[in-house]
């Protein structure tokens, strides 16, 4: 069983940043491409950010410039900077990740959500 744990959001003022985190733990062998994610009140979860094995990221047209996502695959985890942040970032973040297991099998987990709220 992979469990996604993230960590770092909060309330911030606008023009403020956070850092998110989001570690895997579990039976993995290899960890293709994470993401972050994020759904506000009343709105479809959207794709924020993503990162593959080799490091291309791609980027939601609200984020670019702002925010940057990486990754550490020594700790299985991945991260979002969150720079210039406005009112409308605000939102349930989730982390999600493509992986094989040690068993061959190719699965994918969601983290559990980690609110960020940007108001002044």
């Known amino acids: 069983q992979v469990q996604l744990v993230e960590s770092g959001g909060g309330l911030v003022q606008p023009g403020g940043s956070l850092r998110l985190s989001c570690a895997a733990s579990?039976?993995?062998?290899?960890?293709?491409?994470m993401g972050w994610y994020r759904q506000a009140p009343g709105k479809e979860r959207e794709s924020v950010a993503i990162?593959?094995?080799?490091?291309?990221?791609v980027y939601a047209d609200s984020v670019k410039g702002r925010f940057t996502i990486s990754r550490d695959n020594a700790k299985n985890t991945v991260y979002l900077q969150m720079n210039g942040l406005k009112p409308e970032d605000t939102a349930v973040y989730y982390c999600?990740?493509?992986?094989?297991?040690?068993?061959?099998?190719?699965?994918?987990?969601w983290g559990q959500g980690t609110q960020v709220t940007v108001s002044s």
């Open positions: 990162i593959t094995s080799d490091g291309t990221t």
């Open positions: 999600h990740m493509y992986y094989m297991t040690y068993t061959r099998q190719s699965l994918s987990s």
């Open positions: 579990g039976s993995i062998f290899n960890i293709n491409i």
